[in-house]
């Protein structure tokens, strides 16, 4: 069982939080490819602060295209589950480099935070259809460690702007 004070009170946040955050959704879920992101939709563009992909790296900004996508899981907060690839291409507009991975299907859960949308953690596998329903209630079971992780995230990118104001 996950110790969610142990992970807040562990130092190098937020690192540590997304961290153990990949490593229960590797042992509950499974995954090929795991990110976290945060969401601009003034700017539409969402940006990557965890990610255990090398093509896909921590710090990117991503173009959003305006899509029912948007509207579903930034907007209204409901996970979206795409079986294979051709679910997934009217929504990614890097489609192409998931295909090329191998990646087959992809599920998104949004993560809510005092009411809001404040993130997605975002898997990918390279099994078609692998997100079944069973998969997606043990990813239901992490989202309090998943909001744990944005809430650091978010807390420590204050301290820096203020920091930097300072």
Not at 29 to 39: A, C, E, I, P
Not at 69 to 93: L, N, R, S, T
Not at 121 to 126: D, E
């Amino acid at each position: 069982m996950l110790d969610l004070g142990m992970i807040a009170a562990a130092r190098g946040q937020p690192e540590t939080a997304l961290a153990a955050l990949a490593d229960a959704y590797r042992a509950e879920v499974g995954f090929d490819m795991l990110s976290v992101m945060v969401y601009d939709l003034e700017n539409m563009r969402a940006r990557r602060i965890y990610s255990t992909s090398d093509t896909h790296p921590a710090g990117q900004f991503k173009s959003l295209l305006m899509s029912d996508w948007i509207v579903q899981v930034v907007k209204c907060g409901e996970m979206f589950i795409a079986d294979c690839p051709a679910d997934f291409k009217a929504h990614y507009i890097d489609w192409k480099i998931l295909e090329q991975m191998g990646l087959q299907s992809a599920a998104n859960f949004p993560v809510r935070i005092n009411g809001s949308v404040a993130g997605t953690v975002n898997l990918q596998s390279t099994q078609w259809a692998y997100f079944t329903p069973t998969r997606c209630s043990a990813a239901a079971s992490l989202h309090g460690l998943a909001a744990l992780a944005l809430l650091l995230h978010a807390d420590c990118e204050r301290a820096m702007l203020q920091s930097a104001m300072t």
